[in-house]
C-alpha cells in the first residue's frame, strides 16, 4: 500500500530555510508524479509544487522564486527547499503522489515566526 511519510517541519523565523522530505513506499516511486501541497489553519489545501516522473515542475504563483521541489528516485524520496520563509507559509504540509496509485502523507507543520 502507499505509505507517504513527511518530515523536516518545525519553527523558523521569518527569512528562514527549511527543507522538507517525503519518504515514499508501496509503489513504483519514479513512475509516479509527486507533490507538496499545503493547508493553513481555516483555509483549503493548496498546491505548493508538483514534479513529474520526468521531472518537470510546477509551483503555485506564491513561492515561485523561493521554493523548490526535487526528486531522488534511488532513494524514492521528494523534497521541497523553502527560502525566504514568511508568516503566510505557515501551514502543515502534505506530500501527494499521483500516477496508477493516488496517496497523501498525514503532513507535517511549518510555522514561520515574525
Known amino acids: 500500500q502507499v505509505q507517504l511519510v513527511e518530515s523536516g517541519g518545525g519553527l523558523v523565523q521569518a527569512g528562514g530555510s527549511l527543507r522538507l522530505s517525503c519518504a515514499a513506499s508501496?509503489?513504483?516511486?519514479?513512475?509516479?508524479?509527486m507533490g507538496w501541497y499545503r493547508q493553513a489553519p481555516g483555509k483549503q489545501r493548496d498546491l505548493v509544487a508538483t514534479?513529474?516522473?520526468?521531472?518537470?515542475?510546477n509551483y503555485a504563483d506564491s513561492v515561485k522564486g523561493r521554493f523548490t521541489i526535487s526528486r531522488d528516485n534511488a532513494k524514492n524520496t521528494v523534497y521541497l527547499q523553502m527560502n525566504s520563509l514568511s508568516p503566510e507559509d505557515t501551514a502543515i504540509y502534505y506530500c501527494?503522489?499521483?500516477?496508477?496509485?493516488?496517496?497523501w502523507g498525514r503532513g507535517t507543520q511549518v510555522t514561520v515566526s515574525s
Open positions: 514534479i513529474t516522473s520526468s521531472g518537470s515542475t
Open positions: 501527494q503522489t499521483q500516477g496508477y496509485v493516488n496517496g
Open positions: 508501496g509503489f513504483i516511486f519514479r513512475v509516479n508524479a
